[in-house]
DNA sequence: GCTTTATCGAACCGGTCGGTTCGATTAAAT
DNA sequence: ATTTAATCGAACCGACCGGTTCGATAAAGC
């Protein structure tokens, strides 16, 4: 197993010119390798179930060199979070924009968020994420605002500017766009949840969900039913 | 501090009188001191973050006694779900009968399962069964049968009775009744699982927002829209 | 009274935990 | 070729884990 720092991407020196050597706990691909195996051991095992000598061994990294990397355990598991908490919800805001019908719209938009968490993945860290709120509470809500809120906000103000433009009667943007995002999961979502269906939903079961959705939100709050 | 058998029920002893000691093992308020201790202690630090040392302690027995009426730390576990399952969903189907009109039933069901579903207790449970349904599967699975799947099969057969009394126009009983559970919770639910919000939600914030979900409700699966 | 026995409580088991240390290794920098 | 230092990896720390054992205690049954 080869040893030494890896040279996968190019730093400064203290000369001011480009070296390939990182300085002790800098490498971000030792970094992300260190991540990977924790991300594994978290979500198999949740955070009090992993142990910090499965991780390295995961990560096929030395128990001194994650030390140097992380400080303990919850500082890796924080960084983890935050990690992928943006990279699951990157991207959502831009299916609210363009000038698609409404409907059209909502559907893009159901259907993205319907599928990316329903999936495996995504429960796993659901689960994970919840296990953990009661004694780390400030993670779970910044967990949510990230997915959950930042999703409704964005949906939230499509809502507005649709009633500003008379084509929705929305007495309540607010309350209407978390019912929505409600609806294209309905069924489904919680079942993942609790492990009572355990492989993600085909692409058609998402999409005859989300067609519902937009139906039932339209004819509750579309000017012109139909 | 007392010792020997609480005396708190009655049993029959070998000679088939009624006699006031119990068993080694098993008195039942014994068992149930033990499991109330459990259930502070797996509530707050989750399956793997609780410490048999400390249900005792909580529970004010002696490890001893605690191995005699239960063999392990998973089976006093599952011992403990098996028993909220039942506790918390007790009675909900009483709710979708009678002759009330479909609306007052809908808002009646709503209400209940909502404010139950978002109490802190609740909440506290669905987080420790989340975060060991990787590990646990059935014991997930059935958590939500006995919850979210018997409400929703109990509603399910409630929206096919209006169905063929032709006071209902559902294409799809399943998935209405999916639908509704969700609205009734909408913007609420998913924030107190994540611990957005620490604190149960008032009784008019659920009032509004089953009425909310009803009217959304009927406003799609209605025959007579209003 | 005496016997029986459920419970207590503390010591103990082997194992693993998160976290630390430090000499050996090895590759980059010069 | 030599120096430098990031990483390795194994041993180690004290603490606690789940689980077991067993003599002491005290209440129930006779």
Redesign the interface.
């Known amino acids: 197993m080869p040893q030494g720092a890896s040279r996968t991407d190019s730093d400064t020196c203290p000369g001011g010119r480009v070296c390939r050597r990182h300085a002790a706990g800098e490498d971000p691909a030792k970094r992300d390798q260190i991540l990977q195996g924790a991300m594994k051991e978290f979500?198999?095992?949740?955070f009090?179930?992993a142990s910090m000598n499965e991780i390295c061994r995961a990560a096929g990294v030395s128990k001194g060199t994650l030390y140097v990397y992380f400080e303990d355990k919850l500082d890796l598991f924080v960084a983890l979070v935050a990690r992928e908490r943006q990279a699951i919800f990157a991207g959502f805001d831009a299916l609210l924009k363009g000038d698609l019908p409404l409907e059209d719209k909502l559907t893009r938009f159901g259907q993205r968020l319907a599928s990316t968490i329903c999936t495996d993945h995504v429960i796993?860290w659901?689960?994970?994420?919840?296990?953990?709120?009661?004694?780390m509470?400030?993670l779970?809500?910044r967990?949510?605002?990230a997915a959950?809120?930042r999703t409704?906000d964005d949906l939230n103000a499509l809502l507005r500017r649709e009633r500003a433009a008379g084509r929705l009667d929305v007495p309540?943007p607010?309350?209407a766009s978390?019912?929505f995002?409600?609806?294209t999961?309905?069924?489904i979502w919680?079942?993942r949840?609790?492990?009572?269906r355990?492989t993600d939903p085909e692409p058609d079961e998402i999409e005859a969900?989300v067609a519902?959705?937009v139906?039932?939100?339209m004819?509750?709050?579309g000017r012109t039913s139909g």
């Open positions: 979500l198999e095992k949740g009090d179930g796993q659901q689960r994970t994420i919840a296990g953990i709120v009661d004694r509470p400030e779970g809500a967990f949510y605002e959950a809120q409704h309540d607010e309350r978390a019912q995002i409600e609806l999961v309905a069924g919680r079942a949840l609790f492990g009572k355990r969900s519902s959705a139906q039932v939100f004819a509750a709050y």
